[in-house]
């Protein structure tokens, strides 16, 4: 251990509950909501639930605790936590901040995507529900007014399947199907082509591409607020994932309140937990379940080394 008190430097949280927010508030990510759900629909349902429950238990809660014990003990980042104990780790260390890195620049542009939403939201939700914006497509199709782009043209969904229904669409429009709130995401958000066909023909197209001047603000909105945040140290850090934590527990539950009450509710329960036994024998679904328990507890990345160095020594990890 090091050979000075590094809480005289570095600060230390004020409360034990002040830790525990924090770390909850790591764990909690717009991939979490996105991801984790879209992981159970295509793995068979319940039975993802059930080998994502196995991982955790296997290596996941041990790993989270590793992690922390670790950073309570050193009291110091990870670059510095592996070459305490073993020299010839600091590499590790090092090697979980470059992912670190890399990762929060995903994640800030992910949450550019969700600032200019909610900004945006607060105006209308108008512009991404139907097909009648300049910038939409010919293959531009609106449930909400059941109609089409291309010469204004109504479509019946009246005793019509799936599988008609796709043949219909490539009857009457160019090849693929463009929904308005995709379009939008496309052409207003990102500055790419609304529809996905022109934009593969004419442009390359990546995950990172900023052609959008109000998404580049927003991707320097985000970065601001973190760095900020960051500049202020531990101070700051238990407050705000406090009310992070709280306000995305409320908008979860004011979610899921919502999605209870829409038609249909009770079909899309059923489909997404139903149980799919011959998914436990597909090394994809299991490799899908390990892999998912590490993210959703952020393992690896050296946040929960970091944020566990900052707890008093004499509490509990967890």
């Not at 830790?19 to 508030?25: A, D, E, N, P, Y």
């Not at 010839?88 to 600032?115: H, P």
């Not at 429009?173 to 939008?184: D, L």
């Not at 990345?301 to 970091?306: L, Q, R």
Request: glycine share 8%; charged share 15%; aromatic share 16%.
């Amino acid at each position: 251990m090091p050979d000075h008190d590094a809480r005289d430097e570095r600060g230390e949280f004020k409360s034990r509950s002040q830790f525990l927010f924090t770390v909850i508030g790591l764990t909690l990510g717009n991939g979490n909501f996105w991801h984790f759900p879209l992981a159970v629909k295509q793995f068979g349902g319940a039975s993802f639930l059930v080998m994502y429950s196995i991982c955790m238990v296997i290596y996941g809660v041990p790993m989270l605790y590793l992690e922390m014990m670790i950073g309570q003990i050193a009291q110091i980042g990870p670059m510095r936590a592996f070459q305490l104990n073993f020299p010839l780790l600091q590499g590790v260390g090092w090697s979980v901040c470059v992912l670190s890195f890399l990762r929060a620049i995903n994640i800030a542009l992910l949450n550019s995507f969700s600032l200019l939403y909610a900004f945006e939201s607060l105006i209308g939700v108008e512009t991404r529900t139907v097909c009648t914006n300049e910038f939409n497509s010919e293959a531009c199709f609106s449930p909400k007014t059941n109609r089409l782009k291309r010469k204004n043209t109504t479509v019946s969904f009246t005793n019509t399947t799936n599988k008609e229904l796709k043949e219909l669409y490539l009857k009457k429009t160019p090849p693929g199907i463009e929904f308005p709130a995709r379009e939008y995401f496309r052409e207003t958000l990102r500055g790419l082509p609304a529809s996905f066909t022109e934009g593969i023909m004419n442009h390359n197209e990546s995950e990172f591409y900023f052609g959008s001047g109000r998404l580049i603000g927003s991707f320097c909105i985000v970065w601001f607020i973190a760095c900020f945040i960051l500049l202020r140290r531990v101070r700051w850090l238990g407050k705000v994932f406090r009310f992070i934590v709280i306000f995305a527990g409320f908008l979860s539950f004011v979610f899921l309140i919502k999605a209870f009450t829409m038609n249909h509710s009770d079909v899309a329960l059923q489909r997404f937990f139903k149980f799919n036994g011959t998914q436990f024998g597909e090394i994809k679904a299991w490799h899908e379940a390990s892999r998912m328990s590490a993210v959703s507890l952020c393992l690896g990345m050296g946040g929960m080394i970091s944020m566990s160095s900052y707890n008093k020594r004499g509490n509990d990890a967890f």
